[in-house]
């Protein structure tokens, strides 16, 4: 199976700043097929990002995908206090689906 | 509206055995692949099982091939995820979740079921 790393575990920011948060692959992710997804506190997840790069419906433009191969980000250009929350990969492309261990981004 | 609701978790002991509902609405379940995603408490995210409703293919992860098996009954628009042989490890969150039916990433969650398997 594909394994998905996240670095960093944790980071720690402040509203208005940017940050971009990585997922590398321990293979290939087949045509870019990746997802990101937020999820607070005792919520479900919500999807951000599929396709490496296309942002899911409602979701806001600071939010931006990119990536090929075994390397992909996920940015957030200024930071809303609703976005501070854990990020998960998931790559789609082989099954089994898996998913990224997180980063929690804290202010 | 989009609605996934889960239902039927709760506290079990080693060995037996629970069935978790998800009940679909607001949108036209045929179209759709479902998937059952687990989160271990304080842990990340593990895709479990999927069902296309179109084809009937189904899948699972080698931790729960063999002890669960994923269902669904298209007149009540509900997937079922039956769980045997239940250990400690499987406690978790348990969530459905929905695919386009082409590509697994997921575009709608519920809100999850608690499993606790212990003695």
């Known amino acids: 199976e594909i394994v998905l790393t996240q670095s960093p575990g944790t980071l720690s920011l402040s509203p208005g700043e940017g940050v971009t948060l990585s997922c590398r692959a321990s293979q290939t992710v087949r045509t870019g097929y990746l997802a990101w997804y937020q999820q607070k506190r005792g919520q479900a997840p919500r999807l951000l990002i599929h396709g490496s790069l296309s942002r899911a419906t409602d979701v806001p433009d600071r939010f931006s995908g990119s990536g090929s191969g075994t390397d992909f980000t996920l940015t957030i250009s200024r930071l809303e206090p609703e976005d501070f929350a854990i990020y998960y990969c998931q790559q789609y492309g082989t099954s089994p689906w898996t998913f990224g261990q997180g980063t929690k981004v804290e202010i | 509206e989009v609605r996934l609701v889960e239902s039927g978790g709760g506290l079990v002991k080693p060995g037996e055995s629970l069935r978790l509902s998800c009940a679909a609405s607001?949108?036209?379940?045929?179209?759709?692949?479902y998937n059952w995603v687990r989160q271990a408490p304080g842990k990340g995210l593990e895709w479990l099982s999927s069902?296309?409703?179109?084809?009937?293919?189904?899948d699972y992860a080698d931790s729960v091939k063999g002890r669960f098996t994923i269902s669904t009954d298209n007149a009540k628009n509900s997937i079922y995820l039956q769980m045997n042989s239940l250990r400690a490890e499987d406690t978790a969150v348990y969530y459905c979740a929905r695919d386009n039916g082409i590509w697994s990433f997921f575009d709608s969650w519920g809100q999850g079921t608690l499993v606790t398997v212990s003695s």
């Open positions: 607001g949108f036209s379940f045929i179209s759709h692949r």
């Open positions: 069902i296309h409703i179109a084809s009937r293919n189904i």
